[in-house]
């Protein structure tokens, strides 16, 4: 299949503006994604998605097969916030709580895996080693 069939500038198929994955810029050069505002040091900043992007991937399987990504003017983007020290110290203590493990309350220097709720010594029972703790000298 082409990616021809993700044409759609007019957005009479798919309801916003659709292009092809790469071919966006070729039709508008102020559209961008969030990775790509990301890069300049700009944000969404409220405005509503303007067009996307669609391609096919084996990845997405419950979709079909299709993927998509939102696109956003760039003339309308705002520039990001910056990191103040309280942003700081909460994505920090964001980050520890991830590697904290809510049983035996160690942290580690990697984050606790979801598919357990707990740290693996925890659920094996084994005693952790000495590289694996924060703070631990190894």
């Given at each position: 299949?082409?990616?021809a069939r993700f044409l759609d500038p007019a957005?009479?198929?798919?309801?916003?503006?659709?292009?092809?994955?790469?071919?966006?810029?070729?039709?508008?050069?102020?559209?961008?994604?969030?990775?790509?505002?990301?890069?300049?040091?700009?944000?969404?900043?409220?405005?509503?998605?303007?067009?996307?992007?669609?391609?096919?991937?084996?990845?997405?399987?419950?979709?079909?097969?299709?993927?998509?990504?939102?696109?956003?003017?760039?003339?309308?983007?705002?520039?990001?916030?910056?990191?103040?020290?309280?942003?700081?110290?909460?994505?920090?203590?964001?980050?520890?709580?991830?590697?904290?493990?809510?049983?035996?309350?160690?942290?580690?220097?990697?984050?606790?895996?979801?598919?357990?709720?707990?740290?693996?010594?925890?659920?094996?029972?084994?005693?952790?080693?000495?590289?694996?703790?924060?703070g631990s000298a190894a």
């Amino acid at each position: 299949m082409s990616a021809a069939r993700f044409l759609d500038p007019a957005g009479e198929r798919y309801g916003v503006p659709t292009y092809p994955w790469g071919w966006a810029f070729v039709f508008d050069p102020d559209l961008a994604t969030r990775k790509q505002l990301a890069a300049r040091g700009l944000r969404p900043g409220g405005q509503q998605v303007a067009a996307q992007l669609m391609w096919r991937s084996r990845k997405a399987r419950r979709s079909g097969g299709i993927r998509t990504a939102a696109l956003f003017r760039i003339s309308l983007a705002k520039p990001k916030l910056p990191m103040t020290p309280a942003r700081s110290r909460a994505l920090a203590a964001a980050l520890r709580a991830r590697r904290t493990c809510p049983t035996c309350h160690l942290v580690f220097t990697y984050c606790m895996p979801t598919s357990l709720g707990q740290c693996p010594n925890c659920v094996y029972g084994y005693t952790p080693e000495p590289w694996e703790l924060e703070g631990s000298a190894a």
